[in-house]
């Protein structure tokens, strides 16, 4: 796809092509002069624009649709820490002649922060929520809307916003530094993978890159920094992980890029200070054609994604022109199930160099990461950076087929009927049960008269039910 036929603000000489097919898109506009995003000309697939970041998941609109429901389940869950908080203040109310002042002054900025956050999330995902104030937090909870397949939720990574934008200086100019230590000069073209708070991207644009394209999965970081790059401060609340002092607990922040850029960087753009083009992708199922980036850059991402090391070598090689150059920084530290997937930076650096790479130029420095000042809670790793240089084709580089495309037909295609596979029979067997159990709470009966009821039902007998029913009914109470 050529730059006229992609969006307004997301503008730039970048192809792309559809994550699902491959296939050519084009604009999809609601009048001759308003686009709205982006449409497969192959499979149809829509791709709507959000602001200045372009949704390109997989499956487009229906992936944003899952977005919103988490975003759903965000607002409904702080507005159950809203009212628990304020019951909390009721309850000390009632019980205590006098309330300690730091407890009620910690609570009172729980209740404020609670209540800010939600103002500040339907302002910044207002783009993602655009349909409706969406269901209740228990159907949510029913449908599992909240996790990916890796456990990440909307806000997995938001601490890392207040890292890269708030008071993570230290943290933010150590990984600038050590890309540049391994790969000095020029980047030219240049895609950060897994852009999360945008801080790397907007360092790479304000210096070395000619032009950035930052990709992440999560719409509340990536709207969050294409508005900060783009000039517009975005306000949040902080809750760090172990406030130091009770004014810790809820911070307001107002997120904003730094007020100059290095003299060094080249790159003023019409949308804003620096040219970067933000999208919304999976990045198992990217929107690229082969060859389209001088540079790769993937901070803190290789040992997180759902992808073996040798298809993530192989998928940015595939993204890079003959000589471009794959830079990697963060930790290492895979938890693949399989043991053989666990590997160590020596490991990773021999892979990489058999996936069609120059042997990796790499320096380890220790350093800080998430430290915020107001939590007890951050921590120190050796830290590496390294840089190769793409000077083959990658053994397994042809293209992958996507996610999408590996499904059976009947979840690509939502008109056709489900199939009753076995493994939805036990699911619907487990569901029934824990409906009845459920049922048998009635504010009266124990778990002894609980396990009875199940055993002269000829369910499982009451010495095996009842440590069951127990176990059960505590989880329910972790959830």
């Known amino acids: 796809m050529n730059a006229s036929t992609q969006p307004s603000s997301a503008t730039t000489a970048l192809p792309l092509c559809c994550p699902s097919c491959h296939g050519d898109l084009t604009a999809s506009e609601a009048s001759s002069t308003q686009p709205t995003g982006l449409l497969c000309r192959s499979c149809t697939l829509e791709f709507p624009l959000l602001g200045e970041v372009t949704c390109l998941y997989p499956k487009g609109a229906a992936d944003l649709a899952l977005w919103q429901a988490r975003a759903h389940k965000e607002q409904q869950d702080l507005l159950h820490k809203l009212q628990a908080v304020n019951q909390a203040l009721v309850n000390l109310e009632l019980k205590a002649d006098s309330i300690p002042t730091a407890t009620k002054e910690r609570l009172q900025q ?3 922060g609670y209540a800010g956050q939600l103002d500040c999330l339907g302002e910044l995902l207002a783009p993602v929520l655009s349909d409706g104030a969406g269901s209740d937090r228990a159907t949510y909870a029913a449908l599992n809307t909240q996790a990916l397949s890796n456990n990440t939720t909307l806000f997995s990574y938001a601490t890392n916003l207040f890292r890269d934008w708030v008071w993570g200086e230290a943290e933010n100019n150590q990984a600038i530094d050590m890309l540049a230590q391994v790969a000095p000069g020029s980047l030219g073209r240049t895609l950060v993978l897994g852009a999360g708070g945008g801080r790397l991207a907007w360092d790479l644009a304000s210096g070395s890159a000619t032009a950035v394209c930052a990709v992440d999965i999560n719409p509340l970081t990536s709207l969050a920094a294409a508005a900060i790059c783009n000039d517009r401060p975005v306000r949040l609340w902080e809750f760090p992980l172990a406030p130091v002092k009770p004014s810790d607990v809820a911070l307001h922040r107002e997120l904003l890029a730094p007020t100059s850029i290095p003299i060094s960087a080249p790159n003023e753009s019409a949308i804003g200070r620096t040219p970067i083009t933000w999208l919304l992708a999976d990045a198992r199922a990217l929107p690229f054609p082969p060859g389209s980036f001088d540079t790769v850059v993937t901070p803190w991402f290789t040992d997180v994604v759902q992808s073996s090391p040798a298809a993530t070598a192989a998928q940015v090689n595939g993204l890079l022109a003959p000589e471009g150059r794959w830079l990697n920084f963060g930790s290492v ?14 490991e990773l650096c021999d892979l990489v160099a058999a996936q069609g790479f120059t042997e990796p130029t790499v320096i380890e420095q220790r350093g800080p990461y998430l430290c915020s000042p107001h939590s007890r809670y951050g921590r120190y790793e050796l830290l590496h950076a390294f840089s190769a240089t793409k000077n083959a084709s990658a053994p397994h580089a042809s293209r992958k087929t996507t996610a999408q495309n590996t499904q059976p037909i009947w979840l690509q295609n939502s008109a056709i009927p489900v ?31 609980i396990a009875d009821i199940l055993q002269q039902r000829q369910l499982i007998s009451a010495h095996e039910a009842r440590p069951l029913i127990q176990g059960f009914l505590e989880k329910m109470l972790l959830e």
């Open 419 to 449: 199939p009753a596979l076995t493994q939805f029979q036990d699911q619907a067997m487990a569901t029934q049960v824990h409906a009845y159990l459920l049922s048998l709470i009635d504010g009266e009966r124990s778990i002894n008269e």
């Open 333 to 346: 530290a895979f938890a693949d199930a399989d043991p053989a997937q666990c590997l160590l930076l020596p």
């Open 110 to 112: 729980l209740e404020e």
